[in-house]
């Protein structure tokens, strides 16, 4: 149903600036959306000054904005409204679930559903909900208001504290560990065996499996990402650590707290991180490598060596940003470099050659000054060594 302007504006605790228009301040609101989506009757957001434009041109009459810049944005947008608010993201994404009227979050069952498999062993709180066709091994724990979505897998012993979540599809191998507050999104397995080999009788025998995936407070699995089980203990995550989706973490792998991993992030068994490491898309950590507190690696990194502490690395294989950008930058100009090289090349020839023709020049002037002198009367050849230059009369 659409909300008016007042009820937004209390609902996000804002104030309303703009046009004096009761008929813009008595519109009703359809739905909230970004600015390059916003309809005729939506909500949208500005954050910056620089939106001007786009928030000018835009069909939406209402915008949330921060309270910083609401009056000056009001005051350059006549016929239309800003609401200024503190919290900006917070604001608009309250306005959504009002406006929608369901929250994003939404979860239609409560308790265990009819369709669920649970072992007579496990244990679920009562507050927590079991969505259809979930399997829950022997001896598993559930906590309290976690919520399970429909077709996940959790096998046995594993323990889900309170408030996790984990959307469909997902699967939890043998004594995987979720702390309070874990989200799983949908596909993404634990607790898969590591990628690790050793040869017997010139075969590949797999190594031991016996760890297990622990993942601590508040953090986020994205979809279809798959953390492998340690080889003896466990592979760990950090409390608030974010992973996004399609990331491969390898056996015994212990990333630190509140970590950022970007899509497709591919990290090699035993390697670990400190806290605040943040690695782009597509990044590729060797096997035992180490990276400091606050390390950072662009995307496509390829890190084959430890990185210290709030370094920056980027480029494969990885170097400190400053050192990959300047040779980055050279590598721009290896056309035109080959080019100066041989054009030096060419005047360095030229100059060679005529270098060499001149030495035998000189060499043919003093050969014939010397035969010259060699054949005088002694009174022409001491006036003749008289007029000739220093080289000719140490030549003499």
Sequence with gaps: MPESIEVISHLVNGHVFGSKDSRIRKCQLYDAMPLQDARSGD??????????????????????????????????????LIIGVNELHQAFQEAIVQLRGVRCDEFSWTGIHATAVVHPTATVAASASIGPYVTIGASCKIGERTRIHPGVQVLGHCQIAEDCEIFPSAVLYQGTILHPRVLVHASSILGA?????????????????????????????????TIDRGTYGPTRIGRGTKLDNQIQIGHNVHLGEHNLLCAQVGIAGSSSTGDYVVLGGQVGVRDHIRL??????????????DVPEGISVLGSPALPRREATQMWIHSQRLPEIRKQIKTLEAQLNSLTEKMEASLAQAERQKMAADFEISNQPDASRKKIFRDATPENRAAA
């Design 292 to 305: 400091g507190d606050r390390a950072s690696a662009a995307a496509q990194s390829g890190i084959a060596s």
């Design 43 to 80: 909500l949208t957001l500005v954050d910056s000054l620089h939106h001007l434009d786009a928030w000018l041109e835009s069909p939406a009459s209402v915008a949330l904005a921060p309270i910083a810049i609401a009056d000056e944005l009001a005051s350059k947008s006549s016929n239309k």
């Design 193 to 225: 065996y590591g990628f690790g080999y050793r040869q017997v009788n010139h075969q590949h025998v797999r190594t031991s499996q016996l760890g297990w995936v622990e993942v601590e407070c508040d953090v986020e699995i994205g979809a279809g990402t």
